[in-house]
């Protein structure tokens, strides 16, 4: 079993910023696909991003390409999410989760959220215009 704990949500304006952070534990991390997701009210669950294992490969969902950045730190077994430029339309409840799945299908994009095995219980990133 893994287990997720996310934190650093808030409240932000836009063209503003912040970080989430993803503690993971339970499993050997440096094994993990590992994503984030979001969602808003009304809305299905949306991926957002997703980092193979090692960390070398990284893709975006369109939406936040080019402000959005995952990395992974696999020796503190932590998984982050830098967010720039915020627009209204990203506020949502975001989620990090785990696919223990094979390595293979990590870039099977866009990601659906239902091949994810583990999930954090969300944190709410607020952005408002």
């Known amino acids: 079993q893994v287990q997720l704990v996310e934190s650093g949500g808030g409240s932000v304006q836009s063209g503003g910023s912040l970080r989430l952070s993803c503690a993971v534990s339970g499993y050997r991390y440096s094994r993990l696909c590992m994503g984030w997701f979001r969602q808003a009210p009304g809305k299905e669950r949306e991926w957002v991003a997703v980092?193979?294992?090692?960390?070398?490969?990284?893709r975006y969902a369109d939406s936040v390409q080019g402000r959005f950045t995952i990395s992974r730190d696999n020796a503190k077994n932590m998984l982050s999410l830098q967010m720039n430029s915020l627009r209204p339309e990203d506020s949502a409840v975001y989620y990090c989760?785990?696919?223990?799945?094979?390595?293979?299908?990590?870039?099977?994009?866009?990601?659906?959220?239902?091949?994810?095995?583990?999930w954090g219980q969300g944190t709410q990133v607020t952005v408002s215009s």
């Open positions: 989760a785990a696919d223990r799945g094979p390595a293979g299908i990590c870039f099977n994009l866009p990601r659906d959220p239902t091949d994810f095995d583990d």
């Open positions: 980092i193979s294992a090692s960390g070398g490969v990284t």
